[in-house]
């Protein structure tokens, strides 16, 4: 099992720029969320989706688009890239059950000049 | 907004020492779950203990979860410089599963 994948793994954008984040996890999990990690911030909750077709916003959703097209996958869009968009990001997914852990992908480090 | 609050925010110390980490939470809670993060790599689960247990044991880690209080401690055991991470707790809230809410982290160094 690959487990959680995330790509790519660095990214550097101008400002204005869009992308896409990507995110896919092979063991069936119902929930899925996007994370920012930021110096001294923890980890902060972007998006989230409990299955295909469902999504909803985090703490920190403005300027970032999900999408739930298949269980598997849950990509992240970066609308108009902005500096304070730099960030690491990290995709995790986890079973409907309650008492279960998060599986995380390896992280994709951007940096929006 | 984090729930979680990690007490220390950077601990060193020597190979062979315990470390002993806080975490204070809010709200009731379903579970808390302790993380590890390597420098620059993603988070690996390490231990959940959920709301109606005391203490969890998994290998040279120990946690203990107090209700009351609203904290948890994660205790490594025979410290290594391999446990040299970031500790991040984080809570399953009552009654909303969906989403976990995070700590600020705890930085451990172990120095040979």
């Known amino acids: 099992n690959a487990g959680v994948t995330q790509t790519p793994k660095f990214q550097v954008l101008k400002t204005g720029q869009s992308m896409t984040l990507q995110c896919a996890q092979d063991m069936n999990h119902e929930y899925m969320s996007w994370y920012r990690q930021d110096p001294g911030m923890g980890l902060r909750l972007i998006h989230y989706?409990?299955?295909?077709?469902?999504?909803d916003q985090g703490e920190v959703p403005n300027g970032y688009n999900v999408s739930r097209s298949t269980t598997e996958d849950f990509p992240l869009r970066l609308l108009s890239a902005a500096p304070s968009q730099t960030s690491v990001y990290f995709c995790a997914s986890t079973r409907r059950d309650q008492n279960t852990e998060a599986f995380f992908g390896q992280g994709t480090r951007l940096t929006v000049v | 907004s984090q729930q979680g609050e990690e007490d220390p925010q950077a601990l060193s110390i020597q190979e062979g020492e315990n470390a002993t980490m806080n975490c204070s939470y809010k709200?009731?809670?379903?579970?808390l779950q302790w993380y590890r993060q390597n420098s620059g790599r993603g988070l690996v689960h390490l231990i959940l203990?959920?709301?109606n247990e005391r203490e969890k044991h998994s290998g040279r880690l120990r946690v203990t979860l107090d209700t009351s209080k609203k904290s948890s401690s994660l205790l490594i055991t025979a410290s290594r410089a391999a446990d040299t991470a970031s500790y991040f707790c984080a809570t399953g809230e009552a009654g909303n599963n969906r989403k976990l809410i995070w700590g600020l982290g705890t930085s451990l160094a172990v120095n040979p």
């Open positions: 989706s409990v299955g295909a077709g469902i999504t």
């Open positions: 203990i959920r709301s």
């Open positions: 709200t009731s809670i379903n579970n």
